[in-house]
């Protein structure tokens, strides 16, 4: 019997700053505008709304063939506090889905950017990726702290 074979794509969904926000607050400071790009998801960004959302841009995109293999696509994992997730699809799709996310716009009527991160065969992977991606950005929002304050940074 033959295994399909499928992918985890990890995925990050980033804030802009809306129209109503001041966009002098933003580039003042390199930490508070790194930071307003990872902001918390809101409490209504479900991973069903996301997967909604991701196979109504799937159905956009490519018609009727596009929502034949968006109904193999499952989210594995989305945590609101650092607006990262895990979705799994075929192998032989994964390059549909991974193109989709940078064009979703809107989610739930919000402003958002969706990054595809990486692309591994493996959940475990994935989750490792995130770990160490996370770890640098710590790091970078600590040297940028550091040099705004007047710090001297060795490295």
Do not use: W
């Amino acid at each position: 019997m033959v295994r399909l074979k499928q992918r985890y794509i990890l995925f990050e969904v980033l804030y802009p700053p809306t129209d109503g926000e001041d966009f002098q607050t933003y580039s003042e400071s390199p930490t508070k505008a790194l930071l307003s790009l990872h902001q918390e998801s809101p409490p209504q960004f479900t991973p069903k709304t996301i997967t909604n959302t991701i196979k109504s841009s799937i159905q956009e995109l490519y018609g009727d063939y596009g929502s034949s293999f968006a109904v193999q696509l499952n989210m594995k994992y989305f945590n609101n506090k650092t607006s990262t997730g895990i979705l799994r699809c075929t192998k032989t799709n994964f390059h549909f889905v991974t193109a989709t996310l940078p064009l979703i716009t809107t989610i739930e009527g919000r402003k958002v950017i969706v990054n595809c991160i990486h692309v591994s065969g493996t959940i475990k992977k994935c989750e490792d990726y995130a770990i160490k991606r996370n770890l640098q950005f710590m790091r970078r929002v600590r040297f940028l702290e550091k040099s705004e304050n007047g710090t001297i940074i060795t490295i």
